[in-house]
């Protein structure tokens, strides 16, 4: 499957963005679809990721509250709606997707689909 996120841009601290993957491909094998983020110097962080139907989610400690991931599989999509914005949140953000909601939601090895990351910074 091909991931193609889009939706990011820089934002002043406690604005909004809303990031987008296109997902095209054998799209059905991919259950659980979500989100990673990596600033320089650091290993990739789990961000937020959602099951096929929609009715699961799961997000990190440090977004929570803030970030909200949703999918529209009619159109092959997932969101990533991001509020009150914080330096902090700078990174590149990455789509992800996987077979299985049983692999541990925070390690990147257990996504095998990846898009090519777009930018999100936030000024103080």
């Known amino acids: 499957v091909q991931l193609q996120a889009s939706g990011g841009g820089f934002v002043q601290a406690g604005g909004s963005l809303k990031l987008s993957c296109a997902a095209s491909?054998?799209?059905?094998?991919?259950?659980?679809m979500g989100w990673f983020r990596q600033t320089p110097g650091k290993g990739r962080e789990f961000v937020a990721r959602i099951n096929r139907s929609g009715d699961r989610t799961e997000h990190a400690d440090s977004v929570k509250g803030r970030f909200t991931i949703s999918r529209d599989n009619a159109k092959n999509l997932v969101e990533l709606q991001m509020n009150s914005l914080k330096p902090d949140d700078t990174a590149v953000y990455y789509c992800v997707a996987s077979k299985f909601w049983t692999v541990p939601a925070t390690s990147d090895a257990g996504y095998d689909s990846w898009g090519q990351g777009t930018q999100v910074t936030v000024s103080s």
């Open positions: 491909g054998r799209t059905s094998s991919r259950n659980v």
